[in-house]
């Protein structure tokens, strides 16, 4: 599976590992890509060089699908939001240009407890399918998004816990990530994940992630 995470604040793009302690990095170089010949550890302006010439081009109309989309999570699940997201990303709306809308009946919103503080996370799933007519059409397949801080919850304290922590996911020795956050993706990850496989997502499918703020960090 393929992922690319998209923040509205920043452009974040996901990395095969990172160390915190050295700043370096193990890249996962594509087939045959120009600079790949040695798949060891870069150094930071290495990757960042890596990243212009070869893997993250910065499309504008595929920026404007998940900035779009990533708004839509401050409905925070209400009745309705499913149908927001199709409107916004249909043939009329901002995903035309980019070459894809959302499927119909693919919405999956999702919100979920942290602790005390009720529907403190908030986000939603869903399926992109290709429509023809754009010049730099996006890759279908599955995106999430995430909505970013929230009043009267306690998202404000776990932006707040930014010990950075040993990653509790995968096989990536050596990283660490902001405490906070992935305890939030920890809440979140089970309804994320069950959610994208209930609409037909696999390890196949492009997976798009984008959202706002702490939306965006998760």
Not at 22 to 49: F, H, I, P, R
Not at 124 to 135: D, I, S, W
Not at 165 to 173: I, L
Request: net charge negative.
């Amino acid at each position: 599976m393929s992922i690319l995470v998209l923040s509205v604040a920043t452009f974040v793009v996901g990395l095969h590992a990172a160390s915190a302690g050295d700043a370096k990095v193990d890249v996962e170089c594509e087939s045959g890509a120009a600079g790949c010949e040695d798949n060891g550890e870069w150094d930071e302006t290495d990757l960042l060089q890596f990243k212009a010439r070869n893997r993250y081009t910065y499309i504008q109309e595929h920026a404007q699908v998940f900035a779009a989309l990533a708004k839509l999570t401050y409905c925070g699940g209400l009745k309705g939001t499913g149908a927001s997201v199709e409107k916004t990303c249909s043939t009329q709306g901002f995903c035309h240009p980019a070459g894809v809308e959302v499927k119909a009946g693919s919405v999956r919103s999702i919100t979920v407890d942290d602790g005390e503080s009720l529907n403190a996370l908030a986000g939603f799933v869903a399926e992109l399918v290709p429509v023809p007519g754009a010049e730099r059409p996006l890759k279908p397949g599955c995106m999430g998004a995430i909505r970013g801080s929230w009043p009267d919850t306690n998202n404000f304290d776990r932006n707040l816990q930014d010990t950075l922590v040993p990653v509790e996911f995968g096989n990536c020795t050596g990283c660490f990530v902001h405490e906070g956050y992935q305890e939030i993706w920890k809440l979140l990850m089970p309804t994320f994940v069950s959610d994208l496989i209930a609409i037909g997502c696999n390890k196949s499918s492009p997976l798009y992630l984008t959202g706002h703020s702490l939306g965006g960090a998760v």
